[in-house]
């Protein structure tokens, strides 16, 4: 009678929904509802992770939203997550991340989104070969994992960077090191990630002559924040 319930037209979102909140084993039975509404709903019902991961590959993008929140609920194992990082489609991947799966084996995925949450979520050692990445939100996304970097070996790998010939692996590496060589570099682009992040003093006020404006800006920001406005209209 209850299943009868459960599938009726009018009677079923409501009630599934409510025997959702429950946690009703009578829901977390209809899973593997054709109807992905239906299946939404059950599978906040569902106490196991295995059969919640499953969801994770759900064709319903609604179905897996649902099953990745249920599975936090429930602080799954993320070794669990592992089968779907070779899932083909790129938002499962990119779910299996954003819950907690290891990033290691996305690192060299073949989209660059995938590519790039991998890299923030990856150790500095993993990080640091996507610094030269063709993709210029991936190798952002693994200047943002590094910056906070403390190993000596790490960034001396990156402090290499800073005499690299392509302007933005510079300016990263500047930005990752805060280094003030970056002051004085040919490129604009890193003169001004430059003068954002470092705090030289008479390094920043030799900017304010900059030829470009976007570097006076940032040098004259930089010694505003520091309390140096003085310099600035001087």
């Keep these: 009678a209850l299943a009868a319930?459960?599938?009726?037209?009018?009677?079923?979102?409501?009630?599934?929904?409510?025997?959702?909140?429950?946690?009703?084993?009578?829901?977390?039975?209809?899973?593997?509802?054709?109807?992905?509404?239906?299946?939404?709903?059950a599978v906040r019902a569902v106490g196991d992770p295995a059969?919640?991961?499953?969801?994770?590959?759900d064709q319903d993008p609604g179905v897996r939203r649902a099953a990745g929140d249920a599975l936090q609920k429930r602080k799954a194992d993320p070794a669990l997550l592992a089968p779907l990082l070779k899932d083909p489609r790129k938002?499962?991947?990119?779910?299996?991340?954003?819950l907690g799966a290891r990033p290691e084996s996305l690192l060299a995925d073949p989209e660059p989104d995938?590519?790039?949450?991998?890299?923030?979520?990856?150790?500095?050692?993993?990080?640091?070969p996507l610094l030269k990445d063709e993709d210029g939100a991936v190798r952002r996304a693994a200047a943002r994992s590094l910056a906070g970097a403390d190993d000596p070996r790490i960034r001396d790998e990156i402090r290499k960077l800073l005499a690299d010939e392509n302007a933005e692996a510079r300016e990263l590496a500047v930005l990752i090191l805060k280094d003030k060589s970056g002051l004085r570099d040919p490129a604009w682009t890193v003169r001004a990630a430059a003068a954002a992040v470092v705090r030289d003093e008479e390094g920043l006020v030799e900017l304010l002559e900059d030829a470009n404006p976007a570097v006076r800006l940032a040098a004259a920001e930089s010694l505003a924040g520091m309390g140096c406005a003085r310099r600035v209209l001087a």
Excluded: H, I
Aim: proline letters at 6%; hydrophobic letters at 50%; zero cysteines.
């Design 114 to 128: 995938v590519r790039a949450a991998a890299a923030e979520r990856a150790a500095p050692e993993q990080a640091l």
């Design 91 to 98: 938002s499962v991947r990119l779910d299996a991340l954003r």
């Design 5 to 41: 319930l459960l599938k009726s037209e009018s009677l079923g979102a409501a009630a599934l929904e409510a025997l959702s909140e429950m946690e009703d084993p009578a829901a977390a039975a209809l899973v593997d509802d054709p109807e992905p509404e239906r299946r939404r709903l």
């Design 51 to 57: 059969k919640l991961v499953e969801r994770l590959a």
